[in-house]
């Protein structure tokens, strides 16, 4: 079981950014106002992810470290329509057959936090506020092959921050903040209200994005039976002759979830490529929202991939709303 584990964490975990990206995703399945994520050696010496959730209690501690244990689904059903970032029940069970972790949690309900380490089993009475905090340590000590793929730590600490930054693009309700060998490298505050997305946009991407940009507005014609419209496409498209645009400046959610996936991307740049004629990248922020039945989230392990059930209904929702946004006369 330790050895299916551990090939099961290589294709969930290949560098110290896509545990981070597991954590943040706990975190806020747990409900979090606040996550804060430490890291040393762009995390290959310590992930330590804090967030003040619901907390695990003391009996469940054990159960979230097991394979396929989640708390998030009970029937296959409940995955149709999966509203958690996690439902495969896998993260914690292989960062931990490759890893030090601990677990520290407390619930409404504790009078004291709990404390399990991964590697003994050990469970024992600790001290922290409502919440989680998750210390991931060494990675890879046990898979020295893997460990010799990984970069320097300037660039494990860079797609740490990314993995971070795709959260807190859609989750402007929620605090984020990002240590580096103690010091403070990034902090993005919550805010409430119908400002907060775009203040979120501003401080995540820039001043010149919101400026340089337009607002994407669009709902398909075609309505699920509740009268919802079938696709809705919102955020903000980039001016790429005025941005200095970039290939990572491309950020697309499917139903909260930030997705690579070469129907929107290739949608979004015949976009570009009809009104602006131009060869840049283009830079975004586009979120998608769809009947949740209709697009398959389980595809891969790490849940970046979707498969849409029907990908020409999305390419054609994703390409109006862009090249609307874009044709669209600027003040
Ligand atoms: P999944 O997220 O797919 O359910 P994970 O392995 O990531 O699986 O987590 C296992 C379980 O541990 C979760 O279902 C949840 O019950 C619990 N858990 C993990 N992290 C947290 C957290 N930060 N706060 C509360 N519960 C958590
Ligand atoms: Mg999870």
């Given at each position: ?36 994520v430490r ?33 998030k689904i ?10 958690t ?16 972790m ?27 506020s409502?919440?989680t905090?998750?210390e ?8 020295p ?18 993995a ?17 060998e103690?010091?403070l ?7 409430q ?28 014609a075609a309505r ?28 697309a ?21 009809d009104?602006?004629?131009g ?31 029907d990908?020409r209904?999305v ?16 003040a």
């Amino acid at each position: 079981d330790e050895l299916i584990s551990q090939i099961a964490a290589g294709e969930v975990v290949e560098r110290p950014a896509a545990v981070v990206r597991e954590l943040v995703d706990n975190a806020l399945d747990a409900g979090a106002s606040q996550v804060t994520v430490r890291l040393l050696a762009g995390g290959v010496r310590l992930i330590l992810v804090e967030d003040d959730g619901q907390g695990i209690p003391r009996e469940e501690l054990p159960v979230a470290l097991r394979r396929h244990a989640t708390s998030k689904i009970a029937s296959l059903q409940d995955l149709e329509a999966v509203g958690t970032m996690g439902f495969r029940g896998e993260a914690l069970a292989a960062i931990n057959s490759i890893a030090d972790m601990s677990l520290l949690s407390r619930t409404a309900d504790d009078a004291h936090a709990w404390q399990l380490d991964g590697r003994t089993g050990e469970l024992k009475p600790a001290a922290r506020s409502q919440g989680t905090s998750v210390e991931v340590r060494e990675l890879f000590y046990a898979t020295p092959a893997r460990r010799k793929f990984l970069k320097t730590d300037a660039t494990e600490l860079a797609h740490c921050i990314e993995a971070v930054r795709r959260h807190a693009l859609v989750r402007p309700d929620v605090g984020f903040a990002i240590w580096h060998e103690g010091r403070l490298v990034e902090q993005w505050r919550a805010g409430q209200g119908a400002s907060a997305h775009e203040q979120r946009l501003a401080d995540v991407l820039g001043n010149e994005f919101v400026e340089q940009s337009v607002a994407v507005h669009y709902e398909s014609a075609a309505r699920r039976p509740d009268g919802q419209p079938a696709v809705r496409v919102w955020g903000r498209a980039g001016i790429p002759d005025a941005a200095r645009s970039r290939a990572d400046q491309q950020f697309a959610y499917v139903n909260g979830r930030y997705v690579r996936d070469k129907v929107l991307t290739h949608a979004a740049r015949s976009a570009y490529e009809d009104v602006l004629h131009g060869h840049r990248q283009p830079v975004y922020a586009l979120y998608i929202e769809m009947d949740p039945s209709r697009v398959d989230v389980n595809v891969h392990p790490t849940k970046i991939e979707v498969r849409f059930r029907d990908s020409r209904e999305v390419h054609q929702a994703v390409r109006h709303a862009v090249e609307n946004a874009l044709a669209t006369p600027r003040a």
